[in-house]
């Protein structure tokens, strides 16, 4: 499983820029503010990519990983061993949070996007009760510039294009490709029908922008907001509890 989710990596990359630069951050903030044994939700875990790299910048860390996706969950179960604890999930339903025990931090990187607005103030909102006084959440994802900026929304998809082609022409894989490539393996093909049953009839979302995250967090009882790091129209979002 190890494998697979490096090759996530890899086709992750290809859509985000400078993605490392990202986690960077994040574990700098993390550090900064929780200390270094930090109690951490991995929210829309994926296969593990955030939780890895605190596991390994974090000896004492704790982490809980949520996703509701069984391919990803699977991959996670196999690549990051027995340090996290993984929770099967559905954020867009109530009371995922009721097998969270509450963290000092709350990290996710390029899944929320798929919530729609509404549901993503309600799991601001949960998020703000799970974490402990004085706690972090740290929210990496693009979010698009809107009709108001019309130059920088044309340099971010001409960039995102050339990011992307740079990664295939070095063979990385599409999103498609690595789940078809993981469908193959035994071990999970047995979930692809189960993780299409899940996700039916739930279409992409609206992306919602910068503005509406750092409202909903308000609105959700954080008592600071901002962006700790930005490239183009892709920013790590942070609030504190």
């Known amino acids: 499983m190890r494998d697979l989710l490096e090759s996530w990596d890899r086709q992750q990359e290809a859509y985000i820029a400078h993605r490392e630069q990202r986690f960077d951050v994040m574990l700098d903030v993390l550090r900064m503010t929780c200390g270094d044994a930090p109690a951490v939700l991995d929210l829309a875990c994926g296969p593990g990519a955030i939780s890895d790299r605190?596991?390994?910048?974090?000896?004492?860390?704790?982490?809980v990983a949520v996703d509701y996706d069984p391919i990803l969950l699977r991959v996670a179960g196999g690549a990051l061993g027995e340090r996290v604890t993984l929770v099967d999930a559905d954020l867009t339903a109530p009371g995922w949070e009721h097998a969270v025990p509450p963290v000092d931090a709350i990290l996710s990187s390029t899944a929320l996007h798929w919530l729609s607005p509404t549901e993503l103030s309600a799991v601001y909102a949960t998020a703000a009760r799970l974490l402990r006084p004085g706690g972090v959440l740290l929210n990496a994802d693009h979010l698009r510039y809107g009709p108001g900026n019309p130059a920088l929304r044309e340099v971010a998809e001409r960039h995102d294009a050339r990011t992307q082609a740079a990664a295939f022409a070095?063979?990385?894989?599409?999103?498609?490709?690595?789940?078809?490539?993981?469908?193959?393996?035994?071990e999970l093909a047995e979930l692809v029908e189960e993780r299409a049953a899940r996700f039916?009839?739930?279409?992409?979302?609206?992306?919602?922008?910068?503005?509406?995250?750092?409202?909903?967090?308000?609105?959700?009882?954080?008592?600071?907001?901002?962006?700790?790091w930005q490239y183009l129209d892709d920013y790590v979002v942070f609030a504190r509890r």
Request: aromatic share 10%; net charge negative.
């Open 54 to 63: 605190v596991l390994t910048a974090f000896p004492q860390a704790r982490v």
């Open 170 to 186: 070095a063979e990385a894989l599409t999103y498609d490709e690595w789940y078809a490539a993981a469908a193959r393996r035994p």
């Open 200 to 228: 039916a009839g739930r279409p992409p979302q609206p992306l919602a922008p910068l503005a509406f995250h750092l409202a909903a967090l308000e609105a959700a009882g954080f008592t600071e907001t901002g962006t700790v």
